[in-house]
């Protein structure tokens, strides 16, 4: 079952970022899909995004952007892929990007401080 989750994952993510291309929200900026965690059961699916800029405001207002367009995008996931279910579809700002940033910036001030000595 693991092989076959992780290609429907990949699948609906596929087909997800694609429509978001035909989207004409203004609360969609610069929105990428980075993940999808299907269910086994296939019912539920949890989409991860980034947007830039990466600040709490543009998560919320893309958040909520995609809450809007979540029953077109179901509907393009229930016409494009042959599924038992269509999955209800959740999103996640995915904090990952940030937080490898963020690490970044603290590994390159280390590294800065300790040339130092």
Do not use: C, W, Y
Not at 5 to 20: D, H, M, Q, S
Not at 80 to 90: G, N, S, V, Y
Not at 99 to 111: A, F, H, M, S, V
Request: glycine residues 6%; proline residues 6%.
């Amino acid at each position: 079952m693991g092989q076959r989750l992780a290609r429907v994952n990949e699948a609906v993510k596929e087909v997800l970022a694609e429509a978001l291309v035909d989207l004409k929200d203004p609360r969609l900026g610069f929105v990428t899909l980075t993940e999808v965690k299907t269910s086994p059961d296939l019912r539920h699916a949890e989409v991860f995004f980034t947007v830039l800029p990466d600040d709490v405001e543009s998560q919320a207002t893309t958040r909520e952007g995609l809450r809007s367009a979540a029953p077109l995008l179901r509907r393009e996931l229930g016409t494009q892929l042959r599924l038992k279910h269509t999955p209800d579809l959740h999103f996640t700002h995915d904090p990952l990007p940030a937080q490898g940033r963020r690490i970044e910036t603290l590994l390159r001030g280390d590294d800065a401080h300790d040339a130092g000595r």
